[in-house]
């Protein structure tokens, strides 16, 4: 079964500095990977996707995450974090088997922008 | 706009007592979701359908059902209710194979 592994449960940064959420998987082929965003009281957005094609892919307000096979990891950054990224998000793969898109989420990550 | 709803928002109800969430989409997507959000969980599939009559479990099914009847709706039934089911419970859809899920607004249930 695949699986990701989200290394910090919250991630605290300054309004203006660079912004790091980790995430691991675990996949005996190449998997498709997902983050997905969750601002307070919402439901959940998708923030980007890599499916194979390439590997460092753009997602929505300035947020980018590298698909790096070596090192099973896809991790998210934004160069320059503002108030509005305050949020959950969580790194998600897709289950491939049996011609359905079943998702499996990390356990998330919270980010806070300080002032 | 299409778009995927779910009812109540909100619910509060008492250990032994059956309850039914709505999801409701407009996209006419086959594929549909339900899961709970819980601390330190993340999400987790509870039941899943591929189309209409079409119902699967996913990873924390005990004490759930859902039935299929058609395209647009996809209700999630708590038999008995019990505290451990306290939790935020969020619907999605998606095209078949996709690999974009709507998610919905949630509802979060408190069972007393």
């Known amino acids: 079964a695949q699986s990701v592994t989200q290394l910090d449960s919250h991630v605290s940064v300054s309004e203006g500095t660079p912004v790091l959420l980790r995430c691991n998987y675990s996949?005996?082929?190449?998997?498709?990977l997902f983050w997905y965003v969750q601002h307070p009281n919402k439901g959940l957005q998708l923030l980007l996707k890599?499916?194979?094609?390439?590997?460092l892919v753009k997602g929505i307000n300035g947020f980018e995450a590298e698909f790096k096979k070596s090192e099973t990891s896809f991790h998210l950054t934004k160069p320059s974090a503002h108030m509005s990224d305050a949020a959950e998000y969580f790194c998600?793969?897709?289950?491939?088997?049996?011609?359905?898109?079943?998702?499996?989420f990390g356990t998330g990550t919270q980010l806070k922008v300080e002032l | 706009d299409a778009e995927i709803t779910q009812s109540p928002r909100h619910k509060i109800t008492e250990t032994g007592r059956q309850v039914t969430l709505a999801c409701h989409q407009t996209w006419n997507h086959n594929n549909m979701f339900w899961y709970r959000q819980d601390l330190g969980h993340g999400l987790r599939l509870i039941h899943y359908s591929y189309g209409v009559q079409d119902t699967n479990k996913g990873e924390v099914s005990d004490g759930y059902s859902v039935s299929r009847s058609n395209t647009e709706d996809l209700p999630l039934t708590l038999e008995s209710a019990a505290s451990s089911q306290t939790s935020v419970y969020f619907c999605a859809s998606s095209e078949p194979v996709a690999d974009t899920q709507y998610f919905g607004p949630g509802t979060r249930l408190t069972v007393l």
């Open positions: 996949s005996s082929y190449s998997p498709s």
């Open positions: 998600v793969v897709k289950e491939l088997t049996g011609g359905g898109n079943k998702l499996t």
């Open positions: 890599y499916t194979s094609a390439a590997t």
